[in-house]
């Protein structure tokens, strides 16, 4: 059968995907799976359980660039190293697309981040306030670190107080991330409100963001959706 919490038979998890098929000139995968973090707002430790190794770089990879999808490849530091060394062995370019976590990213790791090629984002992600000082100290770290990186991204959740949000939006710009806001879905499938989906249209699109505040947009959307509304009702 299948389910959001059902699990594939080991062959299947294993199967390197059908690239000509899927009409994608990049490979990808999973190099772990399940994460120990067990955030609230998550699914990820319901779905995919303790963080643990699930397969090897090469298992999957078919093409210089690899889209690997991990939800916290650094929490294992030591398979991390191992398959950070393969990888720059085989002078493959990488993209961890769902952000790395910055709390995990010292020094040493730093380096060993810094000595792989990159296809151009190197993803965080700052979920809380309680998490700005560690993504301040991770660049610290990246930077110093150099390394083949077009570009700093970081994934800031927005749940229901927006200003939190906003004031994680405004940190990371400070340090010249490009932040992308992702309202909260919960498990249920609640739709984010009107002031999520639009803080995330005004975050996401860097000429709204970067010519227009925040507070300034935001009272625009309010009239123009009062103005709907008065049209609707005639």
């Not at 397969?55 to 030591?78: G, S, W, Y």
């Not at 909260?184 to 639009?198: A, C, I, R, S, V």
Request: glycine letters at 4%; charged letters at 25%; aromatic letters at 12%.
């Amino acid at each position: 059968g299948y389910g959001m919490m059902q699990p594939l038979p080991d062959v299947i998890e294993h199967m390197c995907p059908d690239y000509a098929f899927a009409g994608i000139d990049y490979s990808m995968g999973f190099l772990t799976r399940g994460c120990p973090n067990n955030c609230a707002w998550c699914i990820v430790p319901r779905k995919a359980g303790p963080i643990r190794p699930h397969a090897d770089i090469m298992e999957f990879t078919r093409h210089r660039d690899v889209k690997l999808m991990d939800n916290n490849f650094l929490a294992l530091p030591e398979y991390a190293v191992e398959q950070l060394t393969k990888i720059r062995q085989a002078d493959l370019r990488m993209d961890f697309n769902q952000g790395l976590d910055a709390r995990l990213i010292d020094a040493t790791m730093a380096a060993h981040l810094a000595s792989v090629r990159w296809i151009r984002f190197v993803r965080l992600a700052c979920d809380h306030k309680s998490q700005m000082e560690d993504v301040r100290r991770a660049m610290r770290h990246l930077r110093a670190a150099g390394g083949h990186y077009r570009e700093y991204w970081c994934y800031v959740l927005v749940k229901e107080d927006v200003d939190d949000a906003y004031e994680r939006v405004l940190f990371l710009e400070s340090l010249n991330i490009t932040p992308f806001a992702q309202p909260y879905l919960d498990w249920e499938g609640t739709e984010p409100t009107y002031k999520q989906k639009q803080f995330a249209i005004w975050c996401n699109r860097p000429p709204i963001r970067t010519t227009t505040p925040w507070l300034n947009y935001w009272l625009q959307c309010q009239q123009s959706n009062r103005l709907r509304r008065l049209k609707e009702a005639v």
